[in-house]
């Protein structure tokens, strides 16, 4: 499975952006797609997953309200739209992809990892 994000930028306090995630390869093992960012100085956390048949989403309760995930019906799309950004959401993104059914919410269940985007929000 490869995975590739885009779509960071800077943007500004309350504004939207969203990320994408392309799927390639293997993907009949696919579980679970999800989303995880990086402050700097800080750990690498969980931010919000999407089940790869059901289509169930996951989010850590901070963005709740605010981001969404979905996916594409072709299932080789993964989006993360996010809106009223803070500057506690900058960090850098990556999308990553777990091939069993164990939690969505740990960062070491997932095998698959892309690279990053970063997400920059101006105070």
């Known amino acids: 499975v490869q995975l590739q994000a885009s779509g960071g930028g800077l943007v500004q306090t309350g504004g939207s952006l969203t990320l994408s995630c392309a799927v390639s390869?293997?993907?009949?093992?696919?579980?679970?797609l999800g989303w995880f960012r990086q402050a700097p100085g800080k750990d690498r956390e969980f931010v919000a997953g999407i089940s790869w048949s059901g289509g169930t989403a996951y989010y850590q309760d901070s963005v709740k309200g605010r981001f969404t995930i979905s996916r594409s019906t072709a299932k080789d799309t993964v989006w993360l739209t996010m809106n009223s950004l803070k500057p506690e959401d900058t960090a850098v993104y990556s999308c990553?992809?777990?091939?069993?059914?164990?939690?969505?919410?740990?960062?070491?269940?997932?095998?698959?990892w892309g690279q990053g985007t970063l997400v920059t929000v101006s105070s």
């Open positions: 390869g293997q993907m009949l093992d696919m579980y679970t």
């Open positions: 990553a992809a777990k091939t069993d059914s164990s939690s969505p919410y740990t960062l070491s269940n997932y095998k698959y």
